[in-house]
């Protein structure tokens, strides 16, 4: 999507929220009126009104953060200002942490990376990219590798889109993982890396980190 698109759009669904919240407040006071008048009825029917305009306020609110989930992965959208903070929240070192933490599992301990709704794992897949998947690991957790968010989405849509990942639906072809990985490795700027502060071993020692990364 175009940024003055999307520029556009976010602001469209910021000022449709706060037009329907603030109907919907108005609507609110006008049926407290009608039922201290005595008109149970009117501030009854008014009441659902005021319902209608939050729920409007909700799912716009809704629409627009589906909006920035989806230019997040669309580097020349993060001069969006409300795209710059949403991605910032994913390259912090916790979530870096976490998603090494998630990579390494997924070639030393697969079974704990299998889904409940999806009950296989293609692990010949896994094998195959396996140095693909610990380089990516280690470089998540070096200090001095630059992530970009887009990046960290790529993994995040990797390891919890089951239905769409070459690593858990056969029918996605497994060349599709070859380039995805190669993909993340080449966006990781390593310049100026140092020794790696925790391997791939030890971030799958984490706690909390046997399941998807969020």
Not at 121 to 135: F, N, S, V, Y
Request: charged share 20%; glycine share 6%.
């Amino acid at each position: 999507m175009d940024p003055y698109a999307a520029r556009a759009l976010l602001d469209a669904l910021v000022e449709r929220r706060r037009d329907s919240a603030e109907i919907g407040a108005a609507l609110l006071a006008a049926s407290g009126v009608l039922a201290v008048a005595g008109a149970p009825r009117a501030a009854a029917t008014v009441l659902v009104g005021a319902a209608a305009g939050w729920f409007v306020c909700l799912c716009t609110h809704a629409r627009r953060q589906a909006v920035i989930g989806l230019l997040l992965r669309q580097r020349s959208a993060y001069e969006l200002p409300e795209v710059a903070r949403a991605g910032a929240r994913l390259v912090t070192p916790e979530m870096r942490a976490a998603m090494a933490a998630a990579l390494a599992r997924l070639v030393l301990q697969p079974a704990t990376m299998a889904m409940p709704a999806w009950p296989y794992i293609l692990t010949r897949r896994i094998d195959a990219q396996a140095k693909q998947l610990l380089a990516i690991s280690d470089l998540l957790v070096r200090e001095s590798a630059i992530v970009h968010p887009s990046t960290m989405v790529l993994l995040q849509r990797l390891l919890n889109q089951t239905a769409a990942s070459p690593l858990y639906n056969p029918d996605v072809p497994e060349a599709h993982l070859a380039v995805l990985l190669g993909r993340v490795r080449a966006a990781i700027d390593e310049s100026g890396a140092g020794p790696t502060p925790m391997s791939p071993r030890e971030a799958a020692s984490l706690p909390g980190t046997e399941r998807r990364v969020a």
